[in-house]
């Protein structure tokens, strides 16, 4: 019993380490700090804030995912492909929250890198008439294979788009009806 319990317990050791034997604690870096940017408050309701980030990505080619009717939630994607076998998709996630009459939009994006790869497969087949006879069907097969993903650091990145979202809040408050 207590030579089963060993095994586990070494087995589960060796399943929370890297190859190298070191420990991935990038949990230990989240610093939880009020000067991350990945948020921004405006002067706007929650749905307000959220049409102005819809309208500010759709503007640059991201594709929205359907969000079921969430006014203050959205999701959206873009593609690119910086090379000729490398494809990088950039995934935005927005959750706007009122805090009175202002919201502030809950902003990251997630940046996941894919290569090529070619892989061979082959099959043979017998022909039982003419004794074992294998003929070699060779083909080949392109996949695109996940190589990274991670959110994309706070910075100027954001701050780029929430500039973009306060110009589209700015745009909405133009149209808004008089008496407003």
């Known amino acids: 019993?207590?030579?089963?319990?060993a095994a586990v317990l070494a087995a589960t050791l060796v399943g929370c380490s890297t190859p190298g034997g070191t420990k991935l604690k990038v949990y230990q870096s989240e610093r939880f700090e009020l000067d991350q940017a990945f948020s921004r408050l405006f002067d706007s309701s929650a749905e307000g804030t959220c049409e102005?980030?819809?309208r500010a990505l759709l503007s640059q080619g991201y594709l929205l995912s359907d969000n079921a009717g969430r006014p203050t939630t959205?999701?959206?994607r873009?593609?690119?492909q910086p090379e000729g076998e490398v494809h990088v998709q950039i995934e935005f996630h927005v959750s706007c929250v009122s805090e009175g009459p202002v919201a502030t939009a809950f902003v990251s994006a997630i940046q996941e890198q894919y290569v090529l790869r070619r892989s061979s497969t082959s099959a043979s087949v017998g022909v039982s008439a003419?004794?074992?006879v294998s003929i070699p069907?060779?083909?080949t097969g392109d996949s695109l294979v996940k190589v990274g993903s991670m959110t994309i650091p706070a910075g100027s990145f954001y701050d780029r788009f929430f500039v973009l979202m306060d110009r589209f809040l700015?745009?909405?408050?133009?149209e808004a009806p008089a008496g407003r």
């Open 137 to 139: 069907l060779g083909s």
């Open 78 to 80: 873009k593609h690119f």
């Open 1 to 5: 019993m207590a030579a089963a319990l």
């Open 52 to 54: 102005a980030a819809r």
């Open 170 to 174: 700015r745009e909405q408050g133009s």
């Open 74 to 76: 959205l999701q959206a």
């Open 130 to 132: 003419l004794g074992s």
